[in-house]
């Protein structure tokens, strides 16, 4: 099903506010990270089309934050090289302005890092997966003001590993609303409305679900000060 534009300025209102809601949870907040990749070899790319999704490609996750306020290092099974996050979008939406919008409504919506966690005892092999979960929908700026960065934000649901959630002393069954936050060099947009660009800098911020009216009264409110703004909306022609 088509989403509608009230419904896009509604993600965009969820992922803001779960990254203020976050510093409101901080105890229990669980934050993947790559704080800056020198040499990175993980990708985000979208093919141009109106039905294309944006795909995130084996970006590197180096460490995992828990409770505990320690970062621990994530590695591929035998401790080498760094965990990895891919994901997939549903299908391009429209643009604000100079920036992209992805929703839900695709066939292979989901995000998930895989990685051990030795100080936690997450091994393999297999390498096991530490989060999964489904996207909301994504946000890709091509160019962020004047450092010339481009940026995508991302937003959903998921639940992690059981025994990493041992480790940081949580329930196996927490449900978490997370964010996405990569930087990248400056996205080159083809011709045809298509890019590929390595990340050199990621974040995946966990925070548990709230009590349902929390939720609702952030993401109203957020919305009607996005809807406010006016943000220019158009979609590519066919």
Not at 96 to 113: C, K, M, R, T, V
Not at 118 to 145: C, E, H
Not at 198 to 224: D, F, R
Request: no cysteine; charged share 15%.
């Amino acid at each position: 099903m088509r989403v509608s534009r009230n419904g896009l300025i509604g993600f965009a209102a969820a992922a803001l506010w779960s990254l203020g809601a976050a510093h409101g949870l901080k105890a229990d907040t669980i934050v993947f990270s790559d704080p800056l990749e020198l040499l990175p070899t993980g990708s985000i790319s979208y093919a141009g089309g109106n039905t294309d999704p944006l795909i995130g490609t084996d970006i590197q996750i180096r460490s995992v934050k828990g409770p505990d306020g320690i970062q621990h290092k994530v590695h591929l099974v035998g401790n080498l090289g760094a965990g990895l996050l891919n994901f997939e979008t549903g299908q391009f939406e429209g643009m604000a302005g100079s920036a992209l919008i992805f929703g839900s409504n695709g066939p292979n919506d989901f995000i998930q890092i895989s990685g051990t966690v030795p100080d936690a005892g997450v091994l393999g092999p297999p390498t096991p997966l530490l989060l999964s979960g489904t996207l909301l929908g994504a946000i890709v700026d091509p160019q962020l003001g004047t450092i010339k960065l481009g940026l995508e934000v991302g937003a959903g649901f998921d639940q992690q590993n059981p025994q990493l959630m041992a480790f940081f002393g949580l329930p196996a069954d927490t449900r978490f609303f997370f964010t996405t936050l990569l930087f990248t060099p400056v996205i080159n947009v083809d011709d045809g409305g298509g890019f590929s660009a390595n990340v050199l800098s990621t974040t995946v911020t966990n925070t548990p679900v709230p009590e349902p009216s929390t939720v609702i009264l952030g993401l109203t409110s957020l919305a009607a000060i996005v809807g406010f703004r006016k943000v220019r909306w158009s979609r590519r022609p066919q």
